[in-house]
């Protein structure tokens, strides 16, 4: 199978492009070109950031900014929301439009995802937002908490974010 073929039989194997990607296309593709996300600096009116613990073979241990990859022709505000829906549990986000800060992450391994362009949000959520861990437990990959400060255990690729949650930029 030559490069042409071998392209349009992946093409056949995502019927709608605008959904995701099965896993293997998606880490094939990360391995070959740089992701873009949104990330949400999402703050209280205590100045608190809301952040999640994550726990996974790329990032580590350690808590982040809700974000994630936009998908093909998403638009940004389109993946602000569904991230705030599927990271949050809450469509009911504001956020400005423009990023305050973005950054290029270039990770030392040479396997999946470990290029990054990302974009950072300045969000917030109604008044009436609680945070539901439903059955997680501290240091459950998603679990949810407002901070302070930034925590000394920030995943590394989000360090350049640590001015921001702690209200120093």
Known sequence: MNISQACKFLDTQIPDKTKGLPDEI?????????????????????????????????CGKGWHIPGSI???????????IETARKELGTININFNIKPVFFHEIILPHLDNRAHFIS????????DEYFIDNKSLKLYDAGY???HD????????MQEPYREFINNTK
């Open 119 to 126: 974009f950072l949000y300045e969000c917030s959520l109604k």
């Open 144 to 146: 949810l908490e407002w």
């Open 149 to 156: 400060r930034c925590p000394d255990n920030l995943i590394p």
């Open 26 to 58: 998606f880490y094939f593709i990360s391995r070959i070109t740089p992701m873009v996300n949104v990330d949400l600096l999402v703050k209280d009116k205590k100045g608190r950031t809301l952040l999640a613990w994550r726990d996974d073979e790329y």
């Open 70 to 80: 936009i998908r093909f022709k998403e638009t940004m505000e389109h993946r602000i």
